[in-house]
C-alpha cells in the first residue's frame, strides 16, 4: 500500500492510472467503521486501482465538532486500510489542501444546499463540495463512492458532478448498521450507553414511519407526526428535524410516493445524529 501526502506526488501518480485499469477512491476524514470500510472494500473489489483519501476537513468541521485524528486514529485507519488490500492513501496536510493563498470556494446554492442540513449549519455543504471538488481533480478517478446514510451529501455531490461535467461515476452504498439498526457513524464511539440506546430509538422511529407507510397512510404530516411522536418519548433526544422528501432535490413531499426520502436528524445528548430510509421506485425499501 502507498501512502502518498504531497499534492505533487498525488498528481503524478494520476496521470499514470490511465495504463492501470479503473481506479475507485472513497474519501474519507479517517477514523474508518464498517460503514466506511464497506465502500472501501467495494472499490477493491470492482476497480483495479482503490485510492482512500483520509483529510479531516476543516471547512466542513463546525467548530465545536471534534475531529481530532490523532496517530493512533491514523495506525488503526492504515491497518484497516491494508488488511482490505487499499492501493494507494493520500493523506493530505491541511496546510496543503488550504494554503494561506487559498480563496476559490465551490458553493452550493439553491434549495437543495440551504434545506435540513444546510440550514442548520450553511457553511458545511461548501466545506464538503470545495474539498470533493479538490480531491476529484487531484485523484481523477473512475468511480468515487458515498454512503446512503449521509443522503443529503450525496444529492449534493451528484449536483456537482453533473454542473461541473466532472468524468466520473457516483456510487452510492446502502448504510451499514449494528445489529439492532443504528447506522454505523465515527461518532457513535462518543455516545454513553444511555445515549446508545436512545440512538436506537431515531432508528426505530423512522421503521415506525415504514409500518404507516405498508398499511397505506400516504400523508407525510401524519407519518412525520408519528416519527415525531416514537422519538418524543425518550428525553435524551432533541429532534432536529424529521423530513419526507425527494432523494436529488430534499424537496419536501406532502404525501409518499415511491422514490421518497424518510430523513431524521437529531442530538442524543451530546452527539447529533443523522439517519434515513427510501422507499425506492420498485416500492422495496432500502434500510
Ligand atoms: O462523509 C464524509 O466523511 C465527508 O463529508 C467527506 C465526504 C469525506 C468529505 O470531507
Same mark, same amino acid.
Given at each position: 500500500?502507498?501512502?502518498?501526502?504531497?499534492?505533487?506526488? #498525488?498528481?503524478?501518480?494520476? %496521470?499514470?492510472?490511465?495504463?492501470? &485499469?479503473?481506479?475507485?477512491?472513497?474519501?474519507?476524514?479517517?477514523?474508518?467503521?464498517?460503514? =466506511?470500510?464497506? +465502500?472501501?472494500?467495494?472499490?477493491?473489489?470492482?476497480?483495479?486501482?482503490? !485510492?482512500?483519501?483520509?483529510?479531516?476537513?476543516?471547512?466542513?468541521?463546525? =467548530?465545536?465538532? $471534534?475531529?481530532?485524528?490523532?496517530?493512533?486514529?491514523?495506525?488503526?485507519? +492504515?491497518?484497516?486500510?491494508?488488511?482490505? &488490500?487499499? $492501493?494507494?492513501?493520500?493523506?493530505?496536510?491541511?496546510?496543503?489542501?488550504?494554503?494561506?493563498?487559498?480563496?476559490?470556494?465551490?458553493?452550493?446554492?439553491?434549495?437543495? *444546499?440551504?434545506?435540513?442540513?444546510?440550514?442548520?449549519?450553511?457553511?458545511?455543504? %461548501?466545506?464538503?463540495?470545495?474539498?470533493?471538488?479538490?480531491?476529484?481533480?487531484?485523484?481523477?478517478?473512475?468511480? !468515487?463512492?458515498?454512503?446512503?446514510?449521509?443522503?443529503?451529501?450525496?444529492?449534493?455531490? %451528484?449536483?456537482? #458532478?453533473? $454542473?461541473?461535467?466532472?468524468?466520473?461515476?457516483?456510487?452510492?452504498?446502502?448504510?451499514?448498521?449494528?445489529?439492532?439498526?443504528?447506522?454505523? =457513524?465515527? %461518532?457513535?464511539?462518543?455516545? =454513553?450507553?444511555?445515549?446508545?440506546?436512545?440512538?436506537?430509538?431515531?432508528?426505530?422511529?423512522?421503521?415506525?414511519?415504514?409500518?404507516? #407507510?405498508?398499511?397505506?397512510?400516504?400523508?407525510?404530516?401524519?407519518?412525520?407526526?408519528?416519527?415525531?411522536?416514537? !422519538?418524543?418519548?425518550?428525553?435524551?433526544?432533541?429532534?432536529?428535524?424529521?423530513?419526507?422528501?425527494?432523494?436529488?432535490?430534499?424537496?419536501?413531499?406532502?404525501? /409518499?410516493?415511491?422514490?421518497?426520502?424518510? *430523513?431524521?436528524?437529531?442530538? /442524543?445528548?451530546?452527539?447529533?445524529?443523522?439517519?434515513? #430510509?427510501? +422507499?425506492? $421506485?420498485?416500492?422495496?425499501?432500502?434500510?
Amino acid at each position: 500500500m502507498r501512502i502518498i501526502q504531497q499534492v505533487e506526488e #498525488i498528481t503524478e501518480t494520476a %496521470r499514470g492510472w490511465l495504463s492501470g &485499469g479503473t481506479v475507485g477512491f472513497v474519501p474519507t476524514m479517517g477514523r474508518l467503521h464498517e460503514g =466506511s470500510l464497506s +465502500l472501501i472494500r467495494a472499490a477493491c473489489q470492482e476497480c483495479e486501482i482503490s !485510492v482512500v483519501s483520509i483529510f479531516a476537513n476543516p471547512k466542513q468541521l463546525g =467548530s465545536n465538532q $471534534d475531529w481530532s485524528l490523532t496517530p493512533l486514529f491514523l495506525e488503526e485507519d +492504515l491497518e484497516q486500510l491494508r488488511a482490505a &488490500g487499499v $492501493d494507494v492513501v493520500f493523506i493530505p496536510r491541511e496546510e496543503d489542501i488550504y494554503p494561506p493563498y487559498f480563496s476559490t470556494y465551490v458553493i452550493p446554492s439553491g434549495p437543495l *444546499a440551504e434545506r435540513f442540513e444546510g440550514a442548520i449549519s450553511p457553511e458545511h455543504f %461548501r466545506g464538503v463540495a470545495t474539498s470533493i471538488t479538490k480531491l476529484l481533480l487531484l485523484i481523477r478517478p473512475d468511480l !468515487v463512492y458515498f454512503g446512503q446514510k449521509d443522503a443529503q451529501q450525496v444529492a449534493i455531490i %451528484r449536483q456537482l #458532478i453533473r $454542473d461541473f461535467h466532472i468524468d466520473v461515476s457516483l456510487r452510492v452504498l446502502a448504510t451499514v448498521r449494528d445489529s439492532e439498526g443504528r447506522p454505523l =457513524s465515527g %461518532r457513535n464511539s462518543r455516545l =454513553s450507553p444511555a445515549e446508545q440506546r436512545a440512538a436506537l430509538l431515531v432508528y426505530q422511529s423512522l421503521l415506525a414511519g415504514k409500518v404507516l #407507510i405498508e398499511q397505506h397512510e400516504y400523508r407525510s404530516a401524519v407519518i412525520e407526526q408519528a416519527i415525531t411522536d416514537v !422519538v418524543a418519548t425518550e428525553p435524551l433526544i432533541s429532534l432536529e428535524y424529521v423530513a419526507i422528501c425527494d432523494p436529488e432535490t430534499f424537496q419536501e413531499l406532502p404525501e /409518499v410516493r415511491p422514490g421518497a426520502l424518510l *430523513a431524521i436528524a437529531a442530538q /442524543v445528548g451530546t452527539i447529533r445524529l443523522i439517519d434515513n #430510509i427510501l +422507499l425506492r $421506485d420498485d416500492g422495496t425499501w432500502q434500510i
